[in-house]
């Protein structure tokens, strides 16, 4: 084996190519076990983002059970989740083109249970003792009105009415949850301006035999107390996450109605619900609880027993876990670590063995290129710590000239209520590989550290997180780890606002890249969905009323601070942040000469679904900061148009 090549950070020459990232490589969604057999959702870009549920039996190969032309995917919320679910070998799901409901057998043809664009429907259960679906449903019916949510139940018996309501009158609905005997189904709601992780309400009503609801009533929960994943043990006890005590753990509801906590710690059992049928824990027993965990940033999965509150750690590598499944002999989850990529896991539970039932990538990545992130903790405004991973550049044929310093990426996730983790992704690995930092932070506001570091963020969203940006550039660059002279900045949807807000309001970067990210939030406030639409009134203020502090976070309202390129990616069909976000910013930069580039993808929504719109994002942000810093490519990629340049 020869000596490295010596060559400057950005020129190194990568296996990890964006035809690797794409090629071959599926998303792994929602888990559902039944009759021993494993089924779960894959987001195939090559197949033009189409979602397939996917079926495997105990030692068979895995096949398709939602046929081509059909994709699994539900626009309740606009994010979906709770796309499907599988009883006795029948899969119900919601189909993305038409929002219509369907039924098949890995064997039959799908069979509509509904017949409107209109009706939306998410988070089914199975209700096997009066023979119907119960779903979370948006209506969209009247133009020019918010849609309006409800639960209701689909029957599946011939003659009947198809449809029934079962709850309704508050913004918003998830989790229905039937108990085994099928006679209580739980719930949560909750009402604008809230999100779920501000607060919501756990309910609990009795059902008739004719399905009825009747003596509903609240049993934990309110405008400041978040409940997540409601959920029956087999002998009929309620179970929820909560975070009244600043951290998400699990409780359960005992018969005299008070509220008992499972596994107290300063941990993370819960997750921001921004997709229907996410999952941290399951039962494979009434004694036995299967769960998945976060401190600090990473997972961790254990088992907890429910009589003596035991919780047991099982060793795995894993640092992210989520859709947690399991029945008496095994639990599934989806997991990755810091050198494996996501993955469906399943773990016998009695021997503590694990066998991977699918990867999203079957390609290996040599360890000789891979960066291994380090959390680092650094010191930001008011005198509080933030959080982030740091990559340092890895690259096992490369060294750079001595006394170089590699220019620093450093993203911002969206949500903004959502988190980073140490996984191993290889869009952060596509960076490292060739000579280039990354700082991934978890800027206050991000989940994980506790409900106290994630209300940092309300009525100062464009302030905290910026900040906490600005501020973990200045602490890599400032141990000598980066080059502060080259630091850029990159982040989509909420991420994309961070962004930009950094590159208009602050002095410490050199460039960026949007990726359908908010620039002005007025128009954000009066032109995106429900589920969103008063969002904001927590993180900024109340509008109108607060309609100052809107103008002065919105950064095209201040493009003569801006001093620097920056480059938009833009899907053209995108609900949640639509296309003259980035397109007024564009439009600002063309009249000041200010290097710009613009790329608009016909057919995406809200993040980039299909392989050729995943390369494009990825190699043409790396041709904007080559010619913007002037570093050679070591391999040719589509250019880009940089008007100004």
Known sequence: MGQPTVAPYGSWKSPITSDLIVSATVGLGQIALDRGDTYWVELRPSEGGRNCVVARAPGRQTIDVTPPGFNARTRVHEYGGGDFVVSDGVVTFSNFADQCVYRQTVLTSPEPLTFSEKLRYSDFVMDERLMRIIAVREDHSAEGREAVNAIVSLSLIMGENRESLLV????????PR??????????LAWNHPNMPWDGCELWVGELGDDGALARSR?????????????????????????????????????????????????????????????????????EQIVCAYNVRGDWSLATLDARSKRLEKVGL????????????????????????????????????????????????VDGGY????????????????????FYAPRNKDFVAPEGERPPLVVMCHGGPTAATSS???????????????????????????????????????????????????????????????????????????????????????????????ISDLKVFVGDTHKFESRYLDRLVGPYPERAELYFERSSINFTERLSCPVIFFQGLEDKIVPPN??????????????????????????????????????????????????????????????ENL
């Not at 039937?178 to 719930?187: F, H, V």
């Not at 891979?370 to 991973?389: C, N």
């Not at 932070?441 to 906490?468: F, H, I, P, Q």
């Open 581 to 642: 976000q980035a397109e007024l910013m564009v439009e600002a930069l063309r009249r000041k000469r200010l290097p710009v580039a613009y790329v608009a993808f016909e057919g995406e929504q809200h993040g980039f679904r299909k392989a050729e719109n995943i390369k494009r994002a990825l190699d043409g942000e790396l041709y904007f900061y080559s010619r913007v810093f002037g570093f050679p490519l070591a391999e040719e990629v589509e250019p880009v148009e940089i």
């Open 178 to 187: 039937l108990s085994p005997d099928g006679t209580r189904l739980t719930w």
């Open 168 to 175: 309704s009158g508050s913004d918003f609905y998830s989790s």
């Open 218 to 286: 609240r049993v934990a929960g309110g405008e400041e107390e978040s409940i997540f994943q409601p959920g029956w043990s087999p002998s009929g006890v309620l179970y929820f996450v909560s975070d009244r005590s600043n951290w998400w753990n699990l409780y359960r509801l005992n018969t005299d109605g008070s509220v008992e906590a499972m596994c107290e710690m300063e941990a993370e059992f819960g997750v921001p619900q921004w997709l229907f049928g996410m999952s941290t824990y399951a039962f494979a027993s009434d």
């Open 423 to 517: 996984r191993l992704k290889l869009d952060v690995q596509y960076w490292t590989s060739r000579g280039i930092a990354v700082l991934d932070v978890n800027y206050g506001g991000s989940t994980g550290y506790g409900r106290e570091y994630r209300r940092r963020l309300n009525g100062e969203w464009g302030v905290v997180d910026v900040d906490d940006c600005v501020n973990g550039a200045k602490y890599v660059t400032g141990r000598g780890e980066a080059d502060g002279a080259r630091c850029v900045i990159t982040g989509g949807s909420g991420g994309g606002f961070t962004t930009l807000n950094a590159l208009t309001f602050r002095d410490a970067f050199r460039a960026g890249a949007s990726h359908f990210g």
């Open 370 to 389: 891979v960066s291994r992130p380090r959390a680092v903790e650094f010191p930001t405004e008011a005198g509080r710590t933030a959080h982030a991973f």
């Open 317 to 364: 590598p894993y640092t992210e876990i989520a859709y947690v499944r399991a029945d008496a002999r095994r639990a599934v989850f989806r997991a990755a670590s810091p050198t494996e990529r996501l993955a469906v896991v399943e773990l016998d539970l009695r021997t503590r063995e694990t066998a991977v039932l699918r990867r999203s990538s079957e390609e290996a």
